[in-house]
């Protein structure tokens, strides 16, 4: 399904990190007006808001992971999600910093002991839980790091059914759609990034099986949807943008879409529910901002037409067709 003209100007007249993208994804700009675009990432908007919040100790929030949206590990998502070139001067120095300075701590923020197995570790060798161990390697693989320790960990942790599971420690033997989305995304970093193997791209695929198999928002055993996250009871079918460690059926999409996955008849549910929330002036909403503090905004408010959600529907939409 195409976007109207309107809504294509409308796209284009924002953030430079979100003008590249759709001249890349959506409207087949040529690559060098689309790569012009997209070196304003690092100077201007977003980009710049976010990487003039780093601290010299490296970290953004002061911490390497924290229960906000504000710390290292968030910021370098979403600086990923925003499409910050790493082989930009600025990336490089950003990310340069977290490499040499930010380590993991034992303690969380509300004084809970983590354990010790991770204490001190470098940014880039992670931590224990997958789900934040996932976010950290995908960036690290977008950025050029070395992340071969957190990927190890990850393939060793996959459970039979073909996911991932941040409660596996604590015997849950089901994975979760939260922690697998998580882990799908950085084991597809990691290959686009070069550091792909058989082994990974089998445990990739066993995990996008696990998605496919329940249509991407149902339980395998009953075929019921699945309306809302018993972790962070978010509800699935309403999309977010950033989505952080949370799950949703856009989020899920786009995975696919990124992966060059064949477009298959499991997701076509999940692709009805993206179309059927196409407004009448072709934009989608933010449906839902999960609570917490932000580094920077990067989106309208909840409840307002966003352009991040347009964005990643139509191109969903625009793949799925194109299968």
């Given amino acids: ?24 994804d959506l409207i087949g700009a040529p690559a060098e007006k689309t790569a012009a675009e997209r070196a304003r990432v690092a100077a201007e908007g977003f980009g710049a808001r976010l990487l003039a919040l780093q601290r010299p100790d490296g970290t953004w929030g002061g911490a390497a992971w924290n229960r906000g949206w ?23 120095r950003a990310v340069g910093l ?6 993991w701590r034992g303690w969380d923020l509300d004084g809970a002991w983590r354990g010790e197995e991770w204490t001190g570790n470098p940014f880039f060798a992670g931590e224990v839980e997958p789900c934040i161990n ?34 596996a420690g604590n015997g849950s033997t089901a994975s979760s759609f939260n922690t697998t989305i998580c882990v799908l995304e950085a084991l597809l970093e990691y290959e686009l990034a070069g550091g792909g193997s058989a082994e990974v791209t089998e445990a ?32 699935w079918t309403r999309f977010s943008f950033p989505t952080w460690w949370h799950y949703d059926v856009l989020r899920g999409l786009e995975y696919l879409r990124r992966a060059g996955a064949k477009p298959d008849e499991r997701a076509a549910e999940a692709i009805g529910l ?24 990067v989106d309208e408010g909840e409840g307002r037409p966003s352009r991040w959600n347009t964005l990643r529907a139509l191109r969903v939409l625009k793949w799925y067709s194109e299968g």
């Fill in 204 to 235: 990739r695929l066993r995990g996008q099986e696990y998605l496919l198999e329940r249509r991407l928002f149902r339980r395998r055993s009953t075929g019921e949807a699945i309306e809302r996250d018993r972790k962070g009871g978010a509800d």
């Fill in 274 to 297: 993206v179309e059927s929330k196409r407004g009448e002036d072709g934009r989608w909403l933010l449906e839902y901002r999960h609570p917490g503090t932000m580094a920077a905004e």
């Fill in 70 to 92: 504000d710390s290292t590990m968030h910021v370098l998502t979403l600086l990923r999600e925003l499409g910050l070139d790493p082989a930009c001067a600025e990336a490089r």
């Fill in 134 to 167: 996932g976010q950290a390697a995908a960036s690290g693989a977008y950025f050029g790091q070395d992340v071969r320790r957190i990927i190890g960990r990850l393939l060793g942790e996959q459970l039979p059914d073909g996911g991932w599971n941040c409660e």
């Fill in 98 to 103: 977290v490499r040499d300075r930010v380590t």
């Fill in 1 to 24: 399904m195409a976007a109207n003209r309107s809504v294509i100007e409308w796209l284009l007249d924002s953030d430079p990190s979100i003008r590249w993208q759709v001249m890349q």
